[in-house]
């Protein structure tokens, strides 16, 4: 079954946690061991993920789920770097035993982060079942995908876009050079200069300037200790703004986590088949919604990790 689940995960592209037009209800949970090593294979390389580990720096050191950055909870500055954080982005916190992680999760409640998972029973009972890591390496990632389409624009006027960037991982991220466009009608303020922490964020621009009617494209190359990344550019003069993009279309579900039901909710009309699938890949349920929304039962589940999906979209949630 565990093939099948990864089989799964890599034929969805996650859009989950990010519903345009939406403000997400908060998502805090205590997780078991098993769900949380769920959670590392279905987020694994999505740059709003992050793994802390809250354990002394010689414990991290000894050992430590792939990719976690370490936030040493004894830290004076503690409180201040957990303010600093992306409120927005998706956690799993975890310490040694399980009674540090249970209170940073409560703090990060208390601060309106939106998805924190506490991993129950901490890094002693990771240890006892999954490998621990000892590397220390940065992972150069990309918000959403690797083209970038400016669609049609008109000539003598501009649009620009914006890269968002990060570092999936726990070293310093440091960029050492990049390749311009080759085509002149794009044009890009990206620098070298950013250091990015496993916390960091950097975003830069493209811009297109079409000087007529054709279709342009190009590329732009990245070079980083966390790897090489090309983006691809493609856009269209036009004689008038005419646009082909069309906004994409998701759902959300409330309660998360959940104990008797969830609501499945929709940010525009949608004509699919949904399904309700545990951590292991298993389908328990398939249903459609008529309207915007839809109230599923859940109280005969067993605890753990489940996704709702449709085509275009995978949102997990935890039954308690």
């Known amino acids: 079954m565990k093939s099948l689940f990864y089989i799964l995960m ?8 990010s519903n345009a037009g939406w403000a ?4 805090i949970a205590t997780i078991s061991v098993d769900s949380a090593y769920s959670l590392t294979q279905f987020y694994a390389n999505d740059p709003n993920f992050i793994i802390i580990d809250l354990q002394m720096a010689p414990k991290y050191t000894a050992g430590h789920i792939k990719n976690a950055v370490s936030l040493d909870f004894g830290r004076t500055d503690f409180s201040s770097v957990l303010d600093s954080l992306d409120k927005n982005k998706i956690y799993l916190i975890y310490c040694t035993a399980g009674s540090r992680s249970g209170r940073t999760k409560d703090s990060m409640q208390v601060r309106n982060f939106q998805t924190v998972y506490n991993m129950h029973g901490g890094f002693n009972t990771w240890k006892s079942k999954y490998p ?16 970038l389409n400016f669609s049609y624009v008109p000539t003598g006027q501009s649009k620009a876009l914006t890269i968002k960037l990060t570092n999936g991982a726990n070293d310093t991220l440091k960029f050492s050079s990049f390749t311009d466009p080759a085509n002149p009608v794009f044009t890009t303020d990206f620098s070298t200069n950013p250091q990015l922490t496993g916390f960091d964020d950097y975003t830069f621009h493209i811009t297109y300037s079409p000087t007529n009617l054709n279709k342009d494209t190009s590329s732009i190359t990245l070079y980083s200790n966390g790897g090489v990344m090309t983006i691809r550019l493609i856009a269209h003069g036009s004689a008038v703004g005419i646009s082909n993009s069309s906004a994409p279309k998701s759902f959300r579900i409330y309660p998360n986590p959940a104990s008797e039901y969830i609501v499945v909710e929709l940010s525009g009309k949608e004509d699919e088949i949904y399904q309700l699938i545990n951590a292991n890949g298993k389908l328990i349920k398939e249903f459609t919604i008529e309207g915007q929304s839809k ?3 859940v109280s005969t589940l067993s605890s753990g990790l489940y996704f709702i999906s449709n085509t275009k979209t995978r949102v997990p949630f935890i039954k308690k």
């Open 10 to 17: 890599l034929s969805f592209f996650l859009m989950a946690q």
């Open 295 to 297: 109230k599923i039962p």
């Open 132 to 147: 621990k890591d000892t590397t220390v390496a940065p992972l150069l990632l990309k918000y959403g995908s690797k083209t």
């Open 24 to 27: 997400q209800a908060q998502s």
